[in-house]
């Protein structure tokens, strides 16, 4: 070999290395930039940026190979949800103790008269025990399905929840419509007694008469406690059964992604409703003597309707002719 086909050689191996050594970083640098762990991060990447593609399935969504909607709606749910349905009730219920403890129960201030006055009929007394039964129902299977995993698991065991979590889902989706019917009637038959007035504003001030001092303020037959838990009752109602309807009946063509914002609606409005019901329980039972008795037989001592709901009284003993009991004494 000569000394000028050496150098040739010298040459051509030099820039072959130097040609391998260019190659070699370029693809360092792409490695660098995309995943030296996963190499395929970014295959993987575009996958979830949710770009439809073609596929011979006409069912809605099938064109995405990962929905990510899924995963965000999970995390929300066993998130803020899971923690936000905790902690209101037990906070509702802690304000509702604290009061009783402060203020005590509403008692009567002058013995019962003995005199008897309906304030319910048969047919409103069947109406609320009806639609308290499924709102009940509604209740306790709704926290069932949403607090059973980290709630009822540790207590009773896997065999005996998943059990009783999957009749409570046929129970709760079978009992929804029944409640909306409940609802609905209750607004039509009881509207015309639920218009705020200007005194109920007093009513709310003072509780009906357990806070402060004087005369007890104004109160027709469903005093601003009571109105307020109607509007609640009504609005709150809208909410969970028109979010209900649509995760109970998805045939209308409902995406992926508005059963998932309907299900968190659907969750919120509902912790909401239960929590705040335990308001009206409260007020209807330890709260305020006589008013599980009134929606139980439907009638009312004469002292007690002077006590709690005058204009109510005066009216219906105007109406009778008669003068009030409880105000001769």
């Known amino acids: 070999m000569t000394t000028q086909t050496r150098i040739r050689t010298v040459r051509l191996l030099s820039l072959g290395m130097l040609f391998l050594f260019l190659i070699s970083g370029i693809l360092y640098w792409q490695a660098v930039g995309a995943d030296l762990g996963n190499p395929r991060a970014d295959f993987w990447r575009v996958v979830r940026e949710g770009i439809p593609a073609y596929t011979t399935t006409p069912s809605q969504g099938h064109t995405v190979l990962i929905v990510n909607g899924g995963e965000n709606w999970r995390e929300i749910r066993n998130g803020f949800i899971m923690r936000f349905s905790q902690w209101v009730p037990g906070v509702v219920l802690a304000v509702i103790a604290l009061l009783y403890l402060i203020v005590g129960g509403d008692k009567l201030e002058k013995p019962r008269s003995g005199v008897k006055v309906e304030r319910w009929t048969f047919g409103e007394r069947f109406l609320h025990w009806y639609t308290a039964v499924i709102f009940i129902i509604m209740g306790i299977t709704g926290l069932s399905l949403l607090l059973g995993r980290i709630a009822l698991i540790p207590l009773f065991g896997h065999p005996?929840?998943?059990?009783?979590?999957?009749?409570?889902?046929?129970?709760?989706?079978?009992?929804?419509?029944?409640?909306?019917?409940?609802?609905?009637?209750?607004?039509?038959?009881?509207?015309?007694?639920?218009?705020?007035?200007?005194?109920?504003?007093?009513?709310?001030?003072?509780?009906?008469?357990?806070?402060?001092?004087?005369?007890?303020?104004?109160?027709?037959?469903?005093?601003?406690?009571?109105?307020?838990?109607?509007?609640?009752?009504?609005?709150?109602?809208?909410?969970?059964?028109?979010?209900?309807?649509?995760?109970?009946?998805?045939?209308?063509?409902?995406?992926?992604?508005?059963?998932?914002?309907?299900?968190?609606?659907?969750?919120?409005?509902?912790?909401?409703?239960?929590?705040?019901?335990?308001?009206?329980?409260?007020?209807?039972?330890?709260?305020?003597?006589g008013v599980f008795e009134s929606m139980w037989t439907g009638y009312v001592d004469a002292v007690w309707a002077q006590q709690n709901h005058d204009l109510w009284y005066e009216e219906k003993m105007r109406q009778k002719g008669e003068k009030p009991v409880a105000s001769s004494e």
């Open 160 to 289: 005996i929840i998943s059990g009783w979590l999957g009749a409570s889902k046929v129970v709760h989706n079978y009992c929804g419509p029944l409640l909306l019917v409940g609802i609905f009637l209750e607004f039509v038959i009881w509207i015309r007694h639920n218009i705020p007035k200007k005194f109920d504003l007093e009513w709310l001030k003072r509780l009906g008469g357990q806070i402060g001092s004087g005369p007890r303020p104004h109160a027709e037959k469903i005093n601003a406690g009571e109105k307020a838990w109607f509007w609640v009752m009504f609005l709150f109602g809208i909410g969970v059964g028109t979010t209900g309807i649509l995760l109970d009946f998805p045939i209308w063509g409902q995406t992926r992604f508005a059963m998932q914002v309907s299900h968190v609606i659907h969750a919120i409005v509902a912790v909401l409703f239960v929590s705040l019901s335990f308001g009206h329980i409260y007020m209807g039972t330890l709260g305020v003597e």
